[in-house]
């Protein structure tokens, strides 16, 4: 085995320990399949050698986001079967016909899938807004004005519409209950104060490589990183997708220093505080 197919290999493993960690066994067990294929020059080997992807970016995501854009699209369907995001049931263990499925995906698809690499992962995590709620809550009960909220690394902004989600406090919805998005169970030790009013006059972010959330194309992009055993991610997302298409935002194609610094010296007669949030980074 060369050097170089046998770092590819530890750095799928560290993939596939992280989807253990964080709640994918699905891919944690494909991931292990695909490391050993790389190791013995596969087709997994032949699609992700040469890639001059950016430090710290996640070959092993960037595959396997381009092999669920193709099981979303009804390309795979022999592959689907295991995918809960195509309707089918994730297996207990990965079995050489999971595997088997895949590996045929990435030899049938090869072209394609290294070209969707290229591609930085997007993620527009929808779950941090039970985290950031609380803190929008506290500046809207201690200032009294409207809310100014701004996002860098904003993806397709869902975030920017926390205010049109469900939080469950009490055996309570409040903020939105009429939501699709419905955080619930999800505050183990105290909760916000969300009884406040909480006015968002707009909603702006940026991006470097920004998404439009009410298209098809931006819809498909973000399910294909979001990992197809993780049922209430994919809930999530569509929920936020829904409240997008009738609550705007404005997400701009630009850098955070420069986008920030415009915002910090534009003129506002009318004083709103401004509440900054950041999405991770693509990898």
Not at 100 to 119: C, N, P, T, Y
Not at 176 to 188: C, T
Not at 244 to 256: N, T, Y
């Amino acid at each position: 085995m060369n050097e170089a197919r046998r770092a590819l290999g530890r750095r799928i493993r560290r993939q596939a320990d992280a989807c253990c960690r964080l709640g994918s066994p699905l891919y944690a067990r494909l991931l292990e399949q695909v490391a050993r294929d790389v190791e013995t020059g596969g087709p997994s080997w032949k699609v992700l050698q040469g890639h001059d992807l950016p430090p710290g970016s996640s070959p092993a995501l960037r595959l396997m986001g381009a092999i669920h854009r193709i099981v979303l699209e009804g390309r795979a369907p022999g592959l689907a079967r295991y995918y809960p995001t195509a309707a089918g049931e994730a297996p207990a263990s990965v079995t050489d016909a999971a595997w088997g499925e895949l590996r045929a995906v990435i030899e049938k698809h090869s072209a394609e899938i290294r070209r969707r690499m290229r591609d930085p992962v997007q993620t527009n995590e929808v779950g941090r807004a039970a985290a950031l709620v609380g803190g929008f809550a506290m500046v809207a009960a201690t200032t009294r004005l409207p809310l100014r909220v701004l996002e860098i690394g904003a993806s397709a902004g869902l975030n920017l519409r926390f205010d049109n989600f469900a939080y469950e406090i009490d055996g309570r919805l409040l903020v939105d209950p009429a939501s699709p998005v419905r955080f619930r169970g999800v505050y183990e030790a105290g909760s916000p104060p969300l009884d406040v009013s909480m006015r968002v006059v707009e909603r702006q972010g940026c991006d470097i490589h920004p998404l439009d959330p009410t298209t098809e194309e931006a819809r498909l992009r973000l399910l294909s990183y979001v990992w197809p055993d993780q049922v209430e991610r994919v809930r999530m997302l569509e929920g936020a997708l829904e409240v997008a298409r009738r609550v705007p935002a404005d997400v701009e194609k630009q850098s955070a220093a420069p986008w920030l610094r415009d915002r910090s010296h534009a003129k506002d007669a009318e004083p709103r505080p401004f509440c900054f949030t950041r999405s991770s980074p693509s990898t």
